[in-house]
């Protein structure tokens, strides 16, 4: 196998629809996103005998403790192909990252948690990363029902909270505006606030929906009462999965079930554009009632569906200075009790 640099949009997009990968985060709009923020990126095919059998999006991080190479939830390789691919993929990038002056290659996979792919990671040397860089435990809901029979299968209460909505008379549009995102920021500070989690910042949050929004792949969903805007949704769409990537809702009206009117009208419009998944995105560990997202776990999982698990995220270590780093990711996780 060989690694090659993809020019072509249009070969990148096809491997992909045929490996229906249950992400976003290697499409080829991704790739702009992270030029827009000011990242350094590479779209790299792996070949076989010319024939593209996977692809990784790597994009470098450039940190004051040390800057290293990412791939966000790839390689997308074809699963008889992977072990080999991944180890063609490591040569390459222990080369480039010799180049870029990192201290480090890290890999959040979509592979599936088990003793296979632990065992084919650190065969090349990988360890786990102190911390995780997007979601390794997904809720994702089928949508090959009706949607009968998806509002049959979800939990009572969540189903009640639906109609309650509906009849509190909450309102819901839709837009691809970037300049709509003015009724966003104010919801989600306010949730950042009262959640104290760490937000994205207004750049990347306005960077990503005006990129995604010009490829007709993301939407602002806004639930309303009296006119007034209590909950917003961005939601991302690419030809299989619909993904609830960032939400908020106010407090000023907390007997309103606006969010879940929300997120069954995002359902629904994922069905229409034909999608196969609604993907609602990291969930806590069922055994970890204290996490900080278990009651968001819950919302989620009451419109029915089933949990997906990945790898932890992976390093390859390739400086002594990386372990200043993994002191300073894992202080942080404890902080943010994950």
């Not at 992977?82 to 993929?89: N, P, S, T």
């Not at 990252?97 to 290659?105: D, G, Q, S, T, Y």
């Not at 917003?232 to 000023?252: C, L, T, W």
Request: net charge positive.
């Amino acid at each position: 196998m060989n690694i090659q640099e993809v020019t072509s949009k249009k070969q990148w997009e096809q491997f992909l629809h045929t490996a229906k990968p249950h992400t976003f985060l290697h499409d080829w709009e991704w790739g702009d996103v992270q030029e827009s923020l000011g990242h350094t990126i590479w779209r790299f095919g792996i070949f076989e005998n010319e024939k593209l059998e996977g692809v990784a999006l790597v994009v470098k991080i450039v940190a004051r403790r040390g800057s290293f190479l990412f791939i966000p939830h790839g390689p997308i390789i074809e699963d008889e192909n992977y072990a080999e691919g991944l180890q063609a993929l490591t040569n390459h990038l222990r080369l480039l990252a010799k180049e870029e002056r990192c201290i480090f290659i890290r890999i959040s996979s979509l592979q599936k948690d088990s003793m296979q792919s632990r065992e084919m990671f650190s065969g090349l040397d990988f360890i786990n990363a102190p911390i995780h860089m997007h979601p390794e435990l997904a809720w994702v809901l089928p949508l090959d029902k009706s949607e009968d029979q998806l509002l049959k299968e979800m939990r009572k209460n969540t189903r009640y909270s639906i109609r309650k909505a509906e009849k509190d008379g909450i309102e819901i549009e839709s837009t691809n505006d970037p300049e709509r995102l003015k009724d966003f920021f104010p919801i989600y500070q306010e949730t950042v606030l009262r959640q104290h989690f760490t937000p994205f910042n207004k750049k990347y949050l306005e960077s990503e929906f005006k990129i995604l929004s010009q490829a007709q792949k993301t939407l602002l969903f806004l639930a309303k009462y009296q006119g007034r805007v209590v909950s917003v949704a961005i939601i991302v769409f690419n030809k299989q999965s619909g993904f609830y990537h960032h939400g908020a809702s106010s407090q000023k009206h907390s007997h309103l079930t606006a969010s879940h009117l929300l997120q069954w009208e995002v359902i629904r419009e994922a069905k229409r554009r034909g999608c196969d998944l609604y993907n609602f995105w990291g969930i806590s560990p069922q055994d970890k009632s204290r996490h900080p997202w278990a009651g968001l776990s819950r919302f989620k999982m009451g419109f029915g569906g089933e949990a997906e698990g990945y790898l932890h995220a992976q390093d390859l270590v390739l400086s002594p200075f990386y372990w200043l780093n993994y002191v300073i990711e894992t202080l942080r996780r404890l902080k943010r009790g994950l």
